[in-house]
């Protein structure tokens, strides 16, 4: 009988196991999509649209699980990240390298849509956003981002 307990210990370890592989391959799977450099397409604050001028200097740069944010000339975000697509939403952590929040944790979600991907992130050391919404008042940042030509 003891056998037998520990053979259905082994399957269910190695089951354990072949899930997380999944889950790491799926994760591998999202931030391979998210390689490259990509344009903002539409971006809020706090509920309030990033103007015209802005948005058209806006540039993300994706290398492995780093990514940095710019616009024009001026650093906003350079973190190391990670990814979890078993959730409901998506999502992802920031952790800020470099820029205005250094130090700081970003958590957030995303969405793939073809060829543009869409985050939503709360303010440093905040709650996950549970939605895309970003309406004023929630300190939610929402970016939609299109793949660069």
């Known amino acids: 009988m003891k056998t037998l307990s520990r053979i ?49 200097t806006a540039k993300r740069v994706c290398k492995g699980n780093e990514t940095t944010v710019t616009l024009g000339e001026t650093l906003i975000l350079q973190a190391t990240f990670t ?12 952790k800020a390298t470099d820029g205005p929040t250094k130090g700081k944790t970003h958590l957030g979600i995303y969405e793939f849509d073809g060829e543009t991907v869409k985050y939503c992130f709360a303010a440093p050391d905040a709650e996950r956003p549970s939605d895309f919404a970003g309406k004023s008042g929630s300190k939610h940042t929402v970016s939609i981002w299109q793949r660069g030509k």
């Open 8 to 56: 259905g210990f082994v399957c269910i370890v190695v089951l354990a196991g072949s899930a997380a592989g999944e889950e790491s391959d799926a994760a591998k799977a999202d931030i391979a999509k998210m390689q490259g450099a990509w344009k903002m397409v539409s971006g809020s604050a706090d509920g309030v649209a990033m103007p015209a001028e802005l948005l058209a």
């Open 83 to 94: 990814v979890d697509p078993t959730k409901v939403p998506k999502t992802i952590d920031y």
